[in-house]
């Protein structure tokens, strides 16, 4: 069926607008309600964090010059090696990152305490649509040239789930 049958369907049809609607909305309240929990995995320990409670102990508050938006933004989350101490028990050697839209990496060094678990930006929560709703990035830069986007290749958004590995 191609675009003008199907648009002619839905005009002549009002059911079949609203049961789209309804088709489309169910399939998309599975994911707004899933991205409301962060899964973390340490061998055959697998724990639910929610999010919002991630939000509420978010007591870091910083501004730092966000180079994928190009201008300085207001940041709000913790260490990312004190919610590893306190979730798995330890800083893992390695850590593997699921994100939302499927992207996986695993990179270790996590110790640093640079690095932050952002939960909050511009006094508003993450968001899928904002990179969220749990997002890692470096509060510091060094050195680095902030135009140069490879020099942040290694912070991750939209992360679903975290597995200690090693």
């Not at 839209?101 to 968001?127: A, F, H, Q």
Request: net charge neutral.
């Amino acid at each position: 069926m191609d675009a003008a049958v199907f648009k002619r369907c839905l005009r002549r049809f009002p059911a079949a607008r609203w049961a789209l609607g309804v088709g489309i909305a169910a399939f998309l309240v599975p994911v707004t309600s899933m991205a409301q929990t962060l899964r973390l995995i340490d061998g055959d320990m697998v724990k639910q964090v929610d999010v919002e409670q991630l939000r509420q102990s978010s007591d870091s508050h910083f501004q730092v010059f966000d180079p994928y938006q190009g201008e300085t933004v207001a940041m709000q989350g913790m260490p990312f090696a004190d919610f590893l101490a306190r979730h798995f028990g330890r800083v893992p050697a390695k850590l593997r990152f699921t994100a939302w839209d499927g992207y996986e990496v695993t990179l270790g060094g996590w110790d640093d305490p640079n690095w932050y678990l952002v939960t909050i930006e511009d006094g508003k929560p993450l968001s899928l649509r904002s990179r969220g709703p749990v997002r890692l990035v470096e509060r510091e830069y060094g050195d680095r040239d902030v135009n140069s986007l490879r020099e942040f290749n290694d912070w991750i958004w939209m992360i679903r789930s975290i597995e200690a590995r090693g």
